[in-house]
């Protein structure tokens, strides 16, 4: 079993900066691909970013990609989502995921742990 906890949300405006957090527990956090998913009101979980065991390898989504930046650090048993020029349609629900065996992946049904998610709301 692997618990993720989320932290770091919070209402921004536009352009702004976040850091989100996930804390990690339970079985060797080091050898779990880890990602992000976002969901906002009345829309499908999508993939946000997601990060190899030892942090080696990483994929955004195309809305993402040169904004935000995922990583790790093992030691502390934590995944970070940085996330830069935020923007309204970022708002959304942010959750944590983790895999218990494979690389990583763009598809929310190849993680086995959630955390409980983090709000993050941008204005205009």
């Known amino acids: 079993q692997v618990q993720l906890v989320e932290s770091g949300g919070g209402l921004v405006q536009a352009g702004d900066s976040l850091r989100l957090s996930c804390a990690a527990s339970?079985?060797?956090?080091?050898?779990?691909?880890m990602g992000w998913f976002r969901q906002a009101p009345g829309k499908e979980r999508e993939f946000v970013a997601t990060i190899s065991s030892l942090g080696r390898v990483t994929d955004y989504a195309d809305s993402v990609k040169g904004r935000f930046t995922i990583s790790r650090d093992n030691a502390k048993n934590t995944v970070y989502l940085q996330m830069n020029s935020l923007k309204p349609d970022d708002t959304a629900v942010y959750y944590c995921?983790?895999?218990?065996?494979?690389?990583?992946?763009?598809?929310?049904?190849?993680?086995?742990?959630w955390g409980q998610g983090t709000q993050v709301t941008v204005s205009s």
């Open positions: 339970g079985r060797t956090f080091s050898g779990s691909a």
């Open positions: 995921a983790a895999r218990a065996y494979g690389p990583i992946s763009i598809r929310k049904g190849a993680y086995d742990y």
